[in-house]
């Protein structure tokens, strides 16, 4: 039985949130998928990574490998690794995670417009008000 397999056995309880998709932040703009693999890759095998390109995006990316120990080991490892002088935020990608906070701010901007509808109505009434009352 060799190290890998009995790794596996021993983590056979990975926390819920534990995945083979990572997101990671906080990396250099100018790191190339080519320095990717290499800081990742000494972690299992890495089945794809997509670096961030757009203006909202740079900086970022996702590290997908073919076993969720591996990613596990890397999240271990490389949260907080400094990488030309900044400190890898390596995360699970939690997809509704993303969609529940995204949902979290439609809804604040939904309340903010409903705010702003109630006080124009408020001035409406007390501007007519104080026309009948003078």
Same mark, same amino acid.
């Given at each position: 039985?060799?190290?890998?397999? &009995?790794?596996?056995?021993?983590?056979?309880?990975?926390?819920?949130? +534990?995945?083979? *998709?990572?997101?990671?932040?906080?990396?250099?703009? %100018? *790191?190339?998928? !080519? !320095?990717? /693999? @290499?800081?990742?890759?000494?972690?299992?095998? +890495?089945?794809?990574?997509?670096?961030?390109?757009?203006?909202?995006?740079?900086?970022?990316?996702?590290?997908? /490998?073919?076993? *969720?120990?591996?990613?596990?080991?890397?999240?271990?490892?490389?949260?907080?690794?400094?990488?030309?002088?900044?400190?890898?935020?390596?995360?699970? /990608?939690?997809?509704?995670? *993303? %969609?529940?906070?995204? @949902?979290? !701010?439609? %809804?604040?901007?939904?309340?903010?417009?409903?705010?702003?509808?109630?006080?124009?109505? %408020?001035?409406?009434? !007390?501007? &007519?008000?104080?026309?009948?009352?003078?």
């Amino acid at each position: 039985m060799d190290t890998y397999s &009995g790794r596996r056995h021993t983590n056979s309880r990975l926390p819920p949130e +534990v995945n083979r *998709i990572l997101y990671v932040r906080n990396l250099p703009f %100018k *790191i190339t998928g !080519e !320095e990717m /693999y @290499d800081i990742f890759g000494k972690y299992g095998a +890495v089945h794809q990574i997509r670096l961030g390109d757009k203006k909202d995006t740079r900086g970022t990316a996702f590290v997908v /490998y073919e076993d *969720i120990y591996d990613a596990k080991a890397a999240v271990d490892h490389l949260s907080g690794f400094n990488v030309c002088g900044r400190y890898l935020v390596v995360l699970y /990608y939690q997809p509704e995670k *993303i %969609k529940r906070k995204a @949902d979290t !701010e439609q %809804k604040k901007r939904e309340i903010e417009e409903l705010r702003r509808q109630i006080q124009a109505k %408020k001035a409406a009434l !007390e501007g &007519g008000d104080g026309d009948g009352d003078a």
